[in-house]
């Protein structure tokens, strides 16, 4: 098994081709969450990018040549050089492939040159190099077609995602916001919670809602639902009247599902509308903001929070029937007016934070884990700190395993605006 068993290059050929080759591992880590990903991709994260994936190949080539090279005729590695274009195949694009497969032939005949037996029959490995580089390139051509129609649907999503859940500065309307959402089914990217934040003549108006049921249909009721709301909030005066104008929203949407043949059945919403006054708010002492009188209409969805320094409480205003099913009462939502302190941000959550359960079936403590936090480390109740705080611990909670889509939301008003 030494080099002494195989003597250099004579020009003594053999009857026929010999083999060379050497072997590889598989490189497919688990499923990756988040968006959409192609074995491509996964693969090259793990290899640590595209220039060195790309040289993964040719690596496995000259090692083939090296084993083969260092052991006796008796031993033939060179039929490994078939791993070559596979390997090619899953990190490169087609011309790529088609190099490293012309390349395997070219080595395997070389190597076979090289021995001096002509005992060595290597006619059978150069068939199967020659065939597995041919397959290479076949499946290369068929990964790469289906990477693009990959790329496609993740930028439909995207694009869909940004329309429901449009991208906001973080100071934004004369607040001072964050926001987390994590759909239970990443490939989907979006699902049926909603949250926005509209400026008009008569203040800024905010909302979160979340959409009975899921899937794509539950999408596209969050759409409609998230579309009306823009346009309701910049125009009513009253916040009552946006949240009405949501729930004929609802139903003309249910209506007109039913006529294209579906089955939304009696789908409702959701959401809680918050209006900050258009009067900035003075400075409060010590450079802080002066507490402020928000308006509040709660149509069915969880109680908000109020989150400051000094601990968590919730706001509760009349609660109203969902989005939807105002006609069942024939009665006008009711608002509340509601004091925030100066330092006091709101939270708002869909139910996929508060139903979260850990692998003993308990829920999500929501009240509980933000006021212990936010008394440890008072600046947990600044927005971007908060949103992170309980996305976080949601996720831990339920040991990364959501059942539902998860909406969080922190407002608060900015000093001075």
Not at 320 to 325: F, I, Q, R, V, Y
Request: hydrophobic letters at 45%.
């Amino acid at each position: 098994m030494s080099s002494a068993s195989r003597r250099p290059i004579r020009r003594s050929r053999p009857s026929g081709p010999a083999p060379v080759s050497r072997g590889g591992r598989g490189l497919l880590p688990a499923p990756v969450g988040g968006r959409l990903r192609s074995v491509e991709e996964v693969t090259r994260r793990v290899v640590g990018g595209p220039a060195l994936a790309r040289a993964v190949p040719a690596v496995v080539l000259v090692l083939v040549v090296v084993l083969d090279w260092f052991t006796s005729t008796r031993f033939q590695a060179g039929s490994f050089l078939a791993l070559v274009p596979g390997l090619s195949a899953l990190l490169c694009g087609v011309r790529a492939t088609v190099v490293y497969a012309f390349l395997a032939v070219a080595v395997y005949v070389l190597d076979v040159s090289a021995y001096a037996s002509s005992e060595v029959d290597g006619w059978p490995g150069l068939i199967l190099v020659a065939v597995c580089g041919l397959g290479a390139v076949a499946v290369c051509a068929v990964r790469m077609r289906q990477q693009r129609h990959l790329a496609h649907v993740n930028e439909v999503a995207e694009t869909t995602r940004a329309t429901v859940l449009r991208p906001l500065p973080y100071h934004w309307a004369g607040l001072e916001h964050a926001a987390a959402y994590l759909p239970s089914d990443v490939s989907a990217r979006v699902g049926g919670d909603f949250y926005d934040i509209q400026p008009s003549p008569y203040g800024t108006r905010v909302v979160i809602g979340d959409v009975q049921g899921k899937g794509l249909d539950a999408v596209s009721a969050a759409s409609a639902l998230v579309s009306s709301f823009r346009e309701a909030a910049y125009h009513e005066s009253e916040l009552p009247a946006v949240a009405t104008i949501m729930d004929i929203r609802m139903c003309r949407h249910r209506e007109y599902v039913r006529s294209l043949g579906g089955d939304d059945g009696d789908r409702f919403a959701t959401a809680a509308l918050i209006g900050f006054p258009s009067a900035p708010r003075p400075p409060g002492p010590r450079g802080g903001g002066a507490p402020e009188t928000v308006e509040l209409v709660n149509c069915g969805h969880l109680t908000p929070l109020a989150v400051s320094p000094r601990g968590t409480r919730e706001v509760s205003p009349p609660a109203n029937l969902p989005l939807g099913m105002f006609q069942l009462t024939g009665e006008k939502p009711r608002s509340d007016l509601v004091t925030l302190a100066g330092d006091e941000t709101l939270l708002l959550v869909s139910d996929g934070v508060t139903e979260a359960r850990d692998q003993d079936g308990t829920f999500f403590p929501l009240a509980r884990s933000v006021d212990a936090a936010v008394r440890a480390a008072p600046s947990a109740a600044e927005p971007r700190r908060l949103v992170e705080l309980v996305r976080d611990a949601v996720v831990r909670h339920s040991g990364r395993r959501l059942a539902d889509d998860t909406t969080v939301l922190a407002v608060r008003r900015l000093t001075g605006a």
